[in-house]
């Protein structure tokens, strides 16, 4: 009888340890993963921004403001850089298609001799630094604009 009090106690300790440490798993994982699952740390927002600067403010502006009349051809027949800012249309994409855009340019992407400025990244940039272009893209954007887009790449 001692025995099996002794082995029901230690069960009970044993479960009581393993919740504790559920519970703990879990709280660790409540404070943490928002900011690792949104991809946004300062470091990698920082990383975007100079990446931005280096390779694409030339043609879609230092404020992510694009170019004048970006949603009329030119007189070659090709669109001028939109904005990035919450005036463009970036946030109408979902992460996996700008990804694609920025890797393989808009001409791959469309294909059948579709002409752009705009060069694919493929050969220049990694995709963890295509990656972070866009997250530093979308920390500019208001908070209603962003909660728009995060509902578009759960879809």
Request: hydrophobic share 40%; proline share 5%; charged share 25%.
């Amino acid at each position: 009888m001692a025995q099996e009090m002794f082995f029901c106690e230690r069960s009970r300790r044993l479960l009581l340890a393993a919740i504790a440490l559920h519970a703990l798993v879990m709280l660790v994982l409540i404070t943490v993963t928002p900011a690792s699952a949104a991809g946004e740390t300062a470091e990698r927002v920082e990383l975007g921004r100079n990446i931005y600067t280096k390779h694409c403010a030339s043609c879609h502006g230092a404020k992510l403001e694009g170019q004048p009349n970006w949603r009329t051809r030119n007189a070659d027949g090709r669109l001028p850089a939109p904005p990035h800012d919450a005036s463009g249309h970036t946030w109408h994409h979902d992460d996996e298609h700008l990804f694609r855009i920025t890797k393989e340019g808009p001409a791959g992407i469309v294909g059948k001799g579709y002409v752009s400025d705009m060069p694919g990244f493929a050969d220049t940039l990694s995709d963890a630094e295509i990656e972070a272009v866009i997250t530093f893209i979308k920390s500019t954007w208001p908070e209603r604009i962003r909660k728009r887009h995060d509902r578009l790449n759960r879809r």
